[in-house]
């Protein structure tokens, strides 16, 4: 129980994902929480949840005992109450009755569990998935920076197969997205099967690809250009020394969602896919416009931010409205 994982980043202009993101949904959000400092507690609160879970997800690599673990052989069963006997271990006694921290274990234990059976049937030799499956705490919860273009982010976790690199992230705190639940339950088991159960949906691409872009200077990659689209923004390319590769042979990423399905039984949902280069110029293009930036508009998001004293009259989803005596309805304006 030694690790304890920390929120780790560095001042603006370096940039996050994070802070991307919230730069391309409101500048104005961006200044006041990224520059200004401003830091509402609700936002504080669902972190820290996350990072507890995060860290048990974290430990649950080191306590595992692989030797014990092979000789479990194939019986689902047993490997299920190994993982989950595993997790329960790391947690507090006080907290073993915390729902939302058991059905994330219960989920977790079952990704797991068909991530270790698929490696088992596809590489067979015990050295192999053991090095496929065991995640070392070199490829869990890595703070990276990129110097280059000044970027810097924490990748939760990064699985190894062959000269690929998949860039892996828990969400913990947050509820599937209909698109991946709908995508997940529809999928041929079949295709699921070939890749952990999963399902492959365009979504998170920012998030995925900014930690691709950092990953990929890492290990000897580099982006560079020498041209420009009809809009004049760089053709980025993706290169090691003077070779021009394709990202997607080499970068993929996987969203986990852990949690509980409709009839209660623990479910993970995954959202796969490979990164883009196109993603990769958009965010290498943009980052140097975003801190050439003076003028922090408002834009129109789709919720509202509580905190916010002067939001755009389309942030709507959030706006408080007040219904007068005559039947009317009064959007509160700033
Ligand atoms: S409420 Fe709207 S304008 Fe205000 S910070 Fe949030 S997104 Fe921006």
Redesign the pocket.
């Known amino acids: 129980m030694s690790y304890k994982s920390t929120y780790t980043t560095l001042p603006y202009p370096w940039m996050s994902q994070s802070r991307y993101k919230k730069f391309v ?5 961006f200044k ?1 929480m990224e520059i200004d400092g401003y830091n509402p507690e609700e936002s504080k609160k669902t972190m820290r949840q996350g990072t507890v879970l995060h860290d048990y997800f974290y430990m649950f690599f080191d306590n595992v005992d692989f030797d014990y673990l092979w000789d479990l052989g194939t019986d689902r069963d047993k490997i299920r109450f190994y993982f989950l006997t595993v997790l329960r271990g790391l947690v507090p006694v006080e907290k073993i009755t915390d729902q939302h921290f058991i059905r994330n274990f219960k989920a977790f234990a079952k990704f797991e569990l068909d991530h270790y059976l698929n490696l088992r049937h596809t590489l067979i030799h015990k050295i192999k998935v053991r090095l496929a499956w065991w995640c070392p705490p070199s490829r869990r919860e890595i703070f990276t920076t990129n110097d280059t273009h000044m970027m810097c982010g924490t990748v939760d976790r990064i699985l190894v197969e062959g000269t690929k690199r998949i860039i892996m992230d828990y969400k913990t705190g947050t509820s599937v997205p209909k698109a991946v639940r709908d995508e997940a339950e529809s999928a041929d088991p079949l295709i699921r099967a070939k890749k952990y159960t999963s399902a492959t949906i365009s979504i998170y691409t920012v998030q995925a690809t900014f930690y691709a872009i950092i990953d990929a200077y890492i290990q000897g990659f580099h982006f560079a250009y020498d041209s420009y689209d009809k809009n004049g923004d760089a053709k980025w390319e993706f290169y090691r020394g003077d070779k021009k590769l394709s990202i997607g042979n080499y970068y993929e990423y996987i969203f986990l969602w852990t949690g509980f399905g409709g009839s209660k039984r623990p479910v993970y949902f995954m959202a796969y896919k490979k990164v883009h280069i196109k993603s990769v110029r958009a965010i290498l293009n943009r980052l140097p416009k975003i801190r050439a930036t003076e003028d922090w508009k ?4 789709i ?10 009259i ?2 709507k989803d ?1 706006i408080q409205q007040f219904k007068l005596f005559n039947g009317d309805v009064r959007f509160e304006l700033y």
């Open positions: 949904g409101c500048p104005y959000q006041r408002r834009k129109p998001n919720r509202r931010c509580d905190w916010c004293p002067i939001y755009h389309e942030c959030k």
